[in-house]
């Protein structure tokens, strides 16, 4: 069965510090793979996408994300945290007939 | 600025006593969804349209029912709220031409207490 597996449900970084969140796919097909975030209280917002156009994806808010068909990983980076990132994180992946598969989230804790 | 809009933000419900939430979208996508979200998991999916076609999930209990009457509108209805419906319920729409790569639109959801 198609799977997303995202490591560690939660991740503490330090403001200014890397942000590495890790997702792992199961698939035998190049998969459409999505990063949402979630804030408190609100709807899913989409991060980036990976479409096969590219390896290296940029997204808003300063992340990005790298797709690596060898790994079976699309994990999720950003240089440098802020404040405002402390949200939740979904790594997803689109089955064939156009359905999420969501893994079960990251919760990004930013200490000041 | 096109967007999913659902409302209310929040609702508060009685045991028992049917409800309505309501989503509708601008981007006249021609797939919505309704998922629902409870506390610290991950968005699991009730159904969706496909234009007026209604595609059940097989696991979505018989409580909860959907309408679309058009492009732009669809609703969710639980018809006897209990306890464990209390949740975030989140609307999305999708399009299907080729070139959107087929990234959904999530509105802000729904918060539904169950008293």
């Known amino acids: 069965a198609q799977s997303v597996t995202q490591l560690g449900s939660h991740v503490s970084v330090s403001e200014g510090a890397l942000v590495l969140l890790r997702c792992n796919y199961s698939s035998s097909v190049p998969p459409y793979l999505f990063w949402y975030v979630q804030y408190p209280n609100q709807g899913l917002q989409l991060l980036l996408k990976?479409?096969?156009?590219?390896?290296l994806v940029k997204g808003i808010n300063g992340f990005e994300a790298e797709f690596k068909k060898s790994e079976t990983s699309f994990h999720l980076t950003k240089p440098s945290a802020h404040m405002s990132d402390a949200a939740e994180y979904f790594c997803?992946?689109?089955?064939?007939?156009?359905?999420?598969?969501f893994g079960s989230g990251t919760r990004l804790l930013v200490r000041p | 600025d096109a967007m999913v809009i659902q409302n209310p933000r929040y609702q508060v419900t009685q045991f028992g006593k049917p409800v309505t939430l309501s989503c509708s979208q601008t981007?006249?996508?021609?797939?919505m969804y309704w998922y629902q979200q409870k506390s610290s998991q991950a968005p699991k999916l009730l159904f969706h349209y496909y234009d007026k076609d209604f595609n059940n999930e097989a696991d979505t209990p018989d409580n909860f029912q959907s309408r679309r009457p058009n492009t732009s509108f669809c609703f969710l209805d639980i018809r006897s709220p209990g306890l464990g419906d209390a949740a975030m319920y989140l609307c999305?729409?999708?399009?299907?031409?080729?070139?959107?790569?087929?990234?959904?639109?999530f509105g802000p959801g729904t918060r539904l207490t169950v008293t």
């Open positions: 999305a729409t999708r399009s299907h031409l080729q070139g959107f790569f087929y990234e959904q639109y």
């Open positions: 981007l006249n996508h021609n797939v």
């Open positions: 997803v992946r689109m089955d064939s007939s156009y359905k999420l598969i």
């Open positions: 990976y479409t096969s156009a590219a390896t």
